[in-house]
């Protein structure tokens, strides 16, 4: 059984740091990709950070210069620091990880405060 468990999350003032972490257990097939996505209230869930298994990333405009996704292949983990956090940056943030098929994290709460 696939199990993406994600970390990090919670409630944090405007300028300040966290860093999320997802690990991911039970998937036999190759992984391809891994990222972040995040979903705001009335907001569709947007990509926030991809890496692929070769190590090359990509980031949405609004957090480039200020998150960087990074990945431990031996333990299938996924990480998000994010610095310079906005009010904007609210959103609950999902892990996905993609093998031949697509899995998704049960999403961890970011807030922050201005």
């Known amino acids: 059984q696939v199990r993406l468990v994600e970390s990090g999350g919670g409630l944090v003032q405007a300028g300040g740091s966290l860093r999320l972490s997802c690990a991911a257990s039970g998937i036999t097939f190759g992984i391809n990709a891994m990222g972040w996505y995040r979903q705001g209230t009335g907001n569709q869930r947007e990509l926030v950070a991809g890496?692929?298994?070769?190590?090359?990333?990509s980031y949405a405009d609004s957090v480039k210069g200020r998150f960087t996704i990074s990945r431990d292949n031996a333990k299938n983990t996924v990480y998000l620091q994010m610095n310079s956090l906005k009010p904007e940056d609210t959103a609950v943030y999902y892990c996905?990880?993609?093998?031949?098929?697509?899995?998704w994290g049960q999403g961890t709460q970011v807030t922050v405060s201005s």
């Open positions: 996905n990880v993609a093998t031949r098929y697509n899995y």
């Open positions: 890496i692929t298994s070769g190590g090359r990333t």
